[in-house]
């Protein structure tokens, strides 16, 4: 049907400026573009040079597949693409080269393509493209009739765009709100307890760092409490207003570690629907604190190696590095020395970490703790079990205590408090009941339960793990290791052992 360029970019402009919603526009200008074009598909383009695509941002077809969402150029094509201009029609056949080689990336086959560049002030934006079934089905005069409405396109991208953006910094806004208010509220303490007596050291090496921005490695067994020291060399710093990120190394699963710590661009793998920010986009301003860093794998490694090094990251899938201003923390129970001389961990890495090592002594090095962290515990855990009133601690159970070893440190000791409230049915906190036999510091293997009748279900699975970790010398995950001996993930196996206080690692030497 036969319409003056007058009359067709009004009813086009009118359609595509109809709708906020650009896909709702889009199919309005679809139906009436389809009684002049014979078409069955169209797309609006955005191209992308630093990922290396074009991305479908709005799709209209009569059928029900529609085409991928993101198309790869390769580098020798861009050059081409950048510079188009006018619309052109593409079908497979062409005799043009960069035709030819563009059209298996589209899936042209078998199809007839008439696409439109979108440009504002001479920046190439992105495309329209008509699809039609079939080779030939466009003419000139249809690529002069669509040449009339680049400018109402390309301004309706551009909108969509400044939308996208604007849209995407309110749900950082939204995102950072909630992360940060978790990280912040769990980050948050009173004093520390021992800070006076066991930990005294420990304390003044934090009043000296603190006030620094440099890199500190806390060493020290599980349990003894290497992340409250972490908090308080965060709130004792200037950065004490910025964010403060923790990460757990062990507990991410390898193949999304680089994702998570460094963020990824949309479209960078399958499943990275929009991009993300890392962990270390979102420490920006603050403090980062990778917990068990001897976990970290060898690509992580480098990674991290080049923030240590220039304090900058790239996203998976990216190519600009973006600058991050951070402090790191590190921490591990790991020999770090050992692991480097076993090829297990990267020697530039160590040494960048290894600035100003702090030492947390485990707590049967510091037993004049235990009564305080005891009292601090019952209080605790009673507010999170909803206990009106903290039972006391009965006479002599505070010395006897202390006189236990704790291989599994201050978290055995929360543990301990924790089960011991739970089974308390009135009167005085004993710990009788609970505590494990000493024998040098670890609990004795138990044959039956401690009322000499069958194993209760945590005596029995304690019984049970401590005999595979027996087994694989303390190795936890990988080939041979416990979790795959009890056919469980090796973060539930940890996270068990933490509950029935079991020290884990490989075996002390």
């Known amino acids: 049907m036969a319409v003056?360029?007058?009359?067709?970019?009004?009813?086009?402009?009118?359609?595509?400026?109809?709708?906020?919603?650009?896909?709702?526009?889009?199919?309005?200008?679809?139906?009436?573009?389809?009684?002049?074009?014979?078409?069955?598909?169209?797309?609006?383009?955005?191209?992308?040079k630093s990922l290396g695509v074009i991305r479908h941002i709005a799709v209209a077809t009569i059928g029900t597949k529609t085409p991928e969402e993101i198309i790869t150029i390769p580098e020798g094509l861009w050059e081409w693409v950048r510079k188009l201009q006018v619309p052109f029609i593409l079908t497979p056949s062409d005799q043009d080269d960069r035709i030819r080689a563009?059209?298996?990336?589209?899936?042209?086959?078998?199809?007839?393509?008439?696409?439109?560049?979108?440009?504002?002030?001479?920046?190439?934006?992105?495309?329209?493209?008509?699809?039609?079934?079939?080779?030939?089905?466009?003419?000139?005069?249809?690529?002069?009739l669509l040449a009339t409405v680049a400018e109402p396109f390309a301004i309706a991208?551009?909108?969509?765009?400044?939308?996208?953006?604007?849209?995407?910094?309110?749900?950082?806004?939204?995102?950072?709100?909630?992360?940060?208010?978790?990280?912040?509220?769990?980050?948050?303490?009173?004093?520390?307890?021992g800070g006076n007596s066991g930990l005294r050291n420990v304390m003044e090496m934090v009043r000296q760092v603190a006030p620094l921005s440099n890199t500190v490695l806390l060493m020290g067994e599980t349990g003894t409490g290497k992340e409250v020291?972490?908090?308080a060399i965060h709130f004792a710093s200037p950065r004490k207003d910025g964010p403060f990120i923790k990460v757990n190394c062990g507990a991410i699963p390898e193949s999304l570690i680089d994702?998570?710590?460094?963020?990824?661009?949309?479209?960078?793998?399958?499943?990275?629907?929009?991009?993300?920010?890392?962990?270390?986009?979102?420490?920006?301003?603050?403090?980062?604190?990778l917990d068990e860093?001897?976990?970290?794998?060898?690509?992580?490694?480098?990674?991290?190696?080049?923030?240590?090094?220039?304090?900058?990251?790239?996203?998976v899938g990216g190519s600009k590095p973006i600058s991050v201003d951070i402090r790191v923390i590190a921490a591990t129970h790991r020999n770090l020395e050992r692991m480097v001389s076993e090829n297990r961990f990267r020697e530039d890495l160590w040494f960048r970490l290894n600035v100003f090592p702090i030492i947390v002594p485990p707590l049967r090095q510091r037993k004049?703790?235990?009564?305080?962290?005891?009292?601090?515990?019952?209080?605790?855990?009673?507010?999170?079990?909803?206990?009106?009133t903290p039972p006391a601690i009965a006479p002599g159970a505070l010395e006897r205590l202390m006189n236990y070893g704790w291989p599994g440190n201050v978290r055995e000791l929360e543990n301990l408090v924790e089960r011991e409230l739970i089974r308390h049915r009135g009167g005085q906190l004993r710990f009788d009941s609970l505590l494990p036999s000493e024998r040098g510091g670890e609990t004795q293997p138990v044959t039956e339960g401690k009322s000499g009748g069958p194993l209760n279900l945590d005596?029995?699975?304690?019984?049970?793990?401590?005999?595979?970790?027996?087994?694989?010398?303390?190795?936890?995950?990988?080939?041979?290791?416990?979790?795959?001996?009890?056919?469980?993930?090796?973060?539930?196996?940890?996270g068990r052992m933490n509950k029935l206080g079991i020290i884990y690692g490989r075996v002390r030497r």
Not at 271 to 276: F, Q, R, T
Not at 467 to 493: C, D, Q, R, S
């Open 459 to 494: 005596e029995a699975m304690s019984l049970h793990i401590g005999k595979v970790l027996k087994m694989t010398k303390g190795k936890i995950h990988g080939p041979g290791g416990a979790a795959e001996l009890l056919g469980i993930n090796p973060n539930t196996l940890r």
């Open 293 to 315: 860093i001897g976990e970290l794998p060898p690509q992580a490694q480098v990674r991290l190696l080049r923030v240590l090094q220039n304090r900058e990251i790239e996203r």
């Open 4 to 48: 003056s360029r007058d009359e067709f970019f009004r009813e086009v402009t009118l359609r595509i400026c109809s709708s906020l919603q650009i896909n709702t526009a889009f199919g309005r200008v679809f139906e009436y573009l389809r009684e002049h074009f014979p078409m069955d598909h169209m797309f609006l383009d955005i191209t992308d």
């Open 368 to 388: 004049d703790d235990v009564p305080a962290l005891t009292r601090h515990f019952v209080e605790l855990k009673s507010r999170e079990l909803g206990i009106a």
């Open 102 to 144: 563009f059209a298996p990336l589209i899936k042209l086959e078998g199809h007839s393509d008439l696409s439109m560049p979108l440009r504002i002030e001479e920046e190439l934006i992105g495309f329209l493209v008509l699809r039609a079934r079939g080779e030939g089905k466009f003419t000139p005069e249809h690529v002069e």
């Open 157 to 193: 991208l551009a909108n969509v765009l400044a939308h996208e953006e604007v849209i995407k910094y309110r749900d950082i806004l939204i995102d950072d709100n909630r992360f940060l208010n978790r990280e912040i509220l769990s980050s948050a303490g009173d004093d520390i307890v």
């Open 229 to 231: 020291i972490a908090n």
């Open 259 to 289: 994702s998570e710590l460094f963020g990824h661009e949309k479209g960078a793998f399958t499943g990275a629907v929009a991009a993300k920010r890392g962990r270390f986009e979102r420490a920006s301003g603050g403090t980062i604190f």
